[in-house]
């Protein structure tokens, strides 16, 4: 088991920046970041693994950089040139074993 703890998000101008954090409570392989906006299933925006193999959802390509950090089990979400359509709920996730496990969850509200 891993427990997930989200922080950095909030409400922000459109073109601003955010950086979300994800503490894990134990090193894990794989790691990414999804949301969820009002009404919608919740999407990838970017997963990680420990050897720094990245993979993003399109709509973030260019803007969003994932990043982590092995010796603190954190993994990172830069989020720059925001947009209100990246209005949502950010969720940090980890896979174990197959085992998907995830965040409480932090609100990131952009404006127009």
């Known amino acids: 088991q891993v427990q997930l703890v989200e922080s950095g998000g909030g409400l922000v101008q459109a073109g601003g920046s955010l950086r979300l954090s994800c503490a894990a409570s134990?090193?894990?392989?794989?790691m990414g970041w999804y949301r969820q906006a009002p009404g919608k299933q919740r999407e990838l925006v970017a997963t990680?693994?420990?050897?720094?193999?990245?993979n993003y959802a399109d709509s973030v390509k260019g803007r969003f950089t994932v990043s982590r950090d092995n010796a603190k089990n954190t993994m990172y979400l830069q989020m720059n040139s925001l947009k209100p359509e990246d209005t949502a709920v950010y969720y940090c996730?980890?896979?174990?074993?197959?085992?998907?496990?995830w965040g409480q969850g932090t609100q990131v509200t952009v404006s127009s």
């Open positions: 996730n980890a896979v174990i074993a197959l085992e998907w496990y």
């Open positions: 134990r090193r894990v392989f794989s």
């Open positions: 990680i693994t420990s050897s720094n193999n990245t």
